[in-house]
């Protein structure tokens, strides 16, 4: 049986805004819940939390879409507090003063990027759900760990012997003591003493900023001043909760992919997905097909949401994952790139419920994602032709120099992955120590043109 960890954080945000004890639910063990899991579909365990929520008096918001607006400081909404910046700064009053929602997320960018992740674990995705409630200046520690604890109790009936509660446990270093009231909320709820765990600032103490908090206001010297106003946060990623509820060891073993998985396998005629990981998936196969399955998630969240693939910033990132799912589609399932776009209406079938925005753009997600495939194809095929030159003028030698990878992979647009896929076919090897060092070269020229620019600039206003 798994045990769950409950943590009861205190977070710091931007600038003076008030805020929080956050709550979060993560799985403390690899072992399933399997004698308590209540296989709630995952559709539900979303309906069940709002229902659970809007009896408790909180208005039920739509989630914002993914595409941030009037915030450059973002690529994509990555969190539920998003779409409440101004109230949290102060900047606008709420509408409501407790609410709940299931936010879109997407991380695949900035400081919150969780795409080099994917596929290689079972819980990070590049987009996912984060269910919250909130209250702005209305209830705090007392009430937010209360309904927590009778949410997950009574609601998704999970064993009150397999939560474990924590607190801030204090950090001299910055004049903080412990959390003591937290810890004695956890007692009077019932939860046993050596389920109450104290945990420091690494773990039990968020700052999403150089300055600033929600309980605290941390200065340009950082000291903590303690804020009129506070706000409360709580946060459970969907997927996550889901694999607890469903008694999986892996998000992907859940409903919310188990049918996408399928389809896939429907498509290419693949060996069936065998949920391994790490080194018992020795051709990749399996880390390929969750990859794929995320990565359908996120493109037809974010073309639904109104973003389309192009060259600079979010939509580029956008590109960027697109290009990556077309080619796992050919290097590793041996199918045509194309076939991404017939996973639209399995993750319509599993979202658009929830999010009728896919159902309605359904068709131009599709036509986006062929789309930009086949230009894509058309590039691959041009980098096919030049790394058969170059074999050509290697004259049958077994190595790939470092300076033709980088000119196939920098000039040419051909993936790294196709590029070693070419010459794997050839039995040559890269020189890919050599290819990572002329690579950081090149980015380190950006870095500094860039530095060089922003400072001219600078000088000049």
């Not at 900047?91 to 609410?99: C, D, I, N, Q």
């Not at 969780?114 to 996912?128: I, P, Q, S």
């Not at 949410?151 to 998704?156: C, G, K």
């Amino acid at each position: 049986m798994s045990s769950l960890l409950m943590q009861s954080r205190l977070i710091g945000l931007f600038s003076p805004c008030p805020r929080v004890a956050a709550l979060s639910l993560r799985p403390l063990t690899r072992r399933p819940l399997s004698t308590t899991a209540t296989h709630l579909p995952g559709g539900d365990v979303r309906r069940k939390f709002l229902q659970f929520f809007g009896s408790q008096q909180h208005a039920i918001v739509p989630s914002s879409s993914v595409v941030p607006r009037n915030d450059a400081s973002l690529l994509f909404v990555n969190a539920g507090m998003n779409q409440f910046k101004d109230v949290l700064l102060g900047k606008e009053e709420p509408v409501y003063t407790r609410l709940a929602n299931s936010q879109k997320c997407i991380r695949a960018g900035g400081k919150h990027n969780d795409l080099d992740e994917v596929g290689h674990d079972g819980r990070h995705h590049t987009y996912f759900e984060m269910l919250g409630n909130w209250s702005f200046g209305d209830y705090f520690q007392k009430e937010a760990c209360s309904l927590a604890y009778d949410l997950l109790t009574n609601v998704y009936k999970l064993p009150k012997d397999t939560l474990f509660m924590t607190y801030f446990g204090g950090e001299p270093e910055v004049g903080l003591g412990p959390d003591f009231e937290c810890r004695e909320i956890w007692r009077e709820i019932g939860i046993a003493e050596s389920h109450i765990i104290p945990l420091g600032m690494e773990e039990n103490f968020w700052a999403m900023g150089e300055e600033g908090p929600r309980v605290f206001n941390r200065t340009r010297r950082g000291i903590l001043e303690p804020l009129q106003k506070k706000h409360v946060d709580t946060g459970m990623g969907l997927e996550r909760l889901v694999a607890v509820l469903q008694g999986k060891t892996s998000n992907y073993d859940t409903d919310l992919f188990g049918p996408l998985l399928q389809r896939i396998q429907e498509l290419t005629n693949a060996p069936p997905y065998r949920s391994k990981f790490g080194q018992d998936d020795h051709e990749g196969l399996n880390t390929a097909y969750r990859i794929l399955a995320d990565h359908a998630r996120m493109l037809t969240v974010a073309i639904a949401d109104g973003m389309l693939p192009q060259e600079r910033g979010a939509p580029f990132v956008l590109r960027k994952i697109l290009r990556r799912a077309a080619l796992l589609f050919e290097t590793k399932f041996h199918a045509d790139p194309l076939l991404l776009a017939q996973l639209v209406p399995a993750v319509r079938k599993i979202l658009g419920e929830a999010y009728p925005e896919i159902s309605a753009h359904e068709a131009k997600i599709q036509a986006s994602i062929v789309e930009d495939v086949e230009n894509y194809k058309r590039t691959l095929d041009m980098g096919r032709k030049a790394f058969r030159d170059i074999c050509r003028k290697l004259e049958n030698k077994m190595a790939l120099p470092a300076e033709r990878v980088f000119h196939l992979y920098a000039n040419m647009g051909v993936p790294e992955e196709l590029i070693l896929s070419m010459a794997k076919e050839r039995n040559m090897r890269c020189d890919l120590k050599g290819f990572y060092e002329l690579l950081e070269g090149e980015r380190a020229k950006s870095r500094a043109g860039l530095a060089a620019t922003k400072a001219a600039a600078e000088s000049a206003a």
